[in-house]
């Protein structure tokens, strides 16, 4: 297996803050920019000059994208502008769920799991043309992920949130103790905590244990230990699995399977108001809009690699063959009548600063399942486990059905 790659947010600071944003600044020079982040490099040092380098290289490379009349987005300066592709793929990270024998679980195929709700939903149904969830404060906050591989968490923790607003529940989730709880025994894209993991262990962990608040155990950015232990929870999950440090593949399966996975009735994650959490079908489009249109948020992955300087606009520059590698919210669903283009609508977690206030356009298309279509070849950056299939097939923008996970309150 290949070596980790982490989701990493690269700021100045480390926290999971909830932030005013502050106006974003199209800067010229290093020194503005400097001054517009935060940054306190002395000029003349080594560190200096290879940060000027980096940032005047993706300068050039911001001009010559705008400078096409055709583009659909604008791409622009930001905080990540002086950071080595490196540091870049740090950023990244989604770990996904392909398993130690195969790299599909589709509906069908051994570890089938309960039909799921928008599964099996009539096909003919009437959807609307354009949903959004971007009225919800959990969509209007700011997360910073700081210096941890937490994106699965985090996006564990926003998707819940939203969900339970949805519901008129206003309470938070913390990423940190999902980070630091949740179990990867076949290090699945990673070895845990700020070392990655996916959204369906986090939801196995949590539906058997619950979850505190972000108030209660605040994140930091770090893993540490687990403090729910103190709790007198233990990990079982909806596969029955009681050890949190080893379990076989065909519970592994069980656990991510397509269709909704039930939460123990008076266990510690019913008493969030949890009663399931469902995995959509694998590359599906009409699953994925129902969730979003008649539902709520979503927990989906993408390959994010290409976002780097998105500023606004409907994104079309991903790879069929696109390798997923991070994962967010998608908080909708629309039609862009000045590009006459649809769109999904996507919550990041890289800051406010970032894309348009926080958020990215991708380009849509009803067709996705068959014609936006590819292989992703490198797994072990993030869908793989031990031992996993060498590709598997993603769809959409961007990759953006091949995994998605909405939570029932």
């Excluded at 517009?36 to 290289?57: C, D, I, M, N, V």
């Excluded at 699953?287 to 994010?304: D, E, K, N, Q, W």
Aim: glycine share 12%; proline share 4%.
């Amino acid at each position: 297996m290949g070596a980790a790659v982490l989701c990493f947010f690269l700021s100045l600071s480390t926290g999971f803050a909830f932030k005013t944003r502050t106006a974003l600044h199209s800067v010229s020079s290093f020194e503005a920019f400097q001054e517009h982040y935060g940054r306190t490099l002395q000029e003349g040092s080594p560190e200096y000059a290879l940060r000027s380098q980096l940032f005047h290289e993706q300068l050039v490379k911001v001009d010559q994208h705008n400078s096409n009349p055709k583009r659909m987005w604008d791409a622009e300066i930001n905080h990540l502008s002086d950071r080595t592709e490196a540091e870049l793929s740090q950023l990244l990270g989604w770990r996904g769920v392909a398993t130690s024998r195969r790299g599909s679980t589709e509906v069908g195929e051994v570890g089938q799991h309960r039909p799921g709700n928008f599964l099996m939903q009539r096909q003919k149904e009437v959807l609307p043309e354009e949903m959004s969830w971007s009225n919800l404060s959990t969509a209007r906050q700011e997360v910073d992920q700081g210096g941890c591989g937490s994106c699965w968490a985090i996006a564990t923790a926003m998707v819940l949130q939203a969900n339970a607003e949805v519901k008129g529940v206003h309470r938070t989730f913390s990423p940190q103790e999902i980070v630091d709880c949740t179990p990867n025994p076949h290090s699945c894209g990673g070895t845990g905590g700020c070392e990655g993991s996916t959204v369906e262990l986090a939801l196995n962990w949590i539906s058997s244990n619950g979850l505190s608040s972000s108030e209660e155990v605040p994140y930091i950015g770090e893993s540490q230990s687990c403090r729910a232990a103190a709790r007198g929870t233990s990990f079982l999950g909806d596969a029955g699995v009681g050890d949190q440090s080893s379990y076989s593949d065909d519970e592994l399966e069980h656990m991510i399977a397509i269709g909704v996975h039930k939460v123990p009735p008076g266990g510690a994650g019913s008493l969030l108001g949890l009663k399931a959490w469902e995995r959509l079908p694998e590359n599906k489009y009409l699953p994925l809009m129902r969730a979003v249109a008649t539902h709520g948020p979503v927990a989906i992955s993408v390959a994010a690699s290409p976002w780097r300087s998105y500023g606004r606009g409907i994104f079309n520059d991903c790879s069929r063959d696109a390798v997923i590698d991070h994962a967010v919210m998608l908080i909708g669903y629309g039609k862009d009548s000045g590009y006459d283009a649809k769109y999904w609508l996507v919550k990041n977690s890289w800051g406010l600063s970032w894309g348009d206030e926080g958020n990215i356009r991708l380009m849509r298309s009803d067709t996705d399942e068959t014609d936006q279509c590819g292989t992703d070849d490198q797994p072990e950056v993030g869908t793989g486990c031990q031992g996993g299939p060498s590709s598997v097939r993603v769809c959409g923008m961007c990759g953006i059905l091949y995994d998605a996970v909405v939570p029932y309150f």
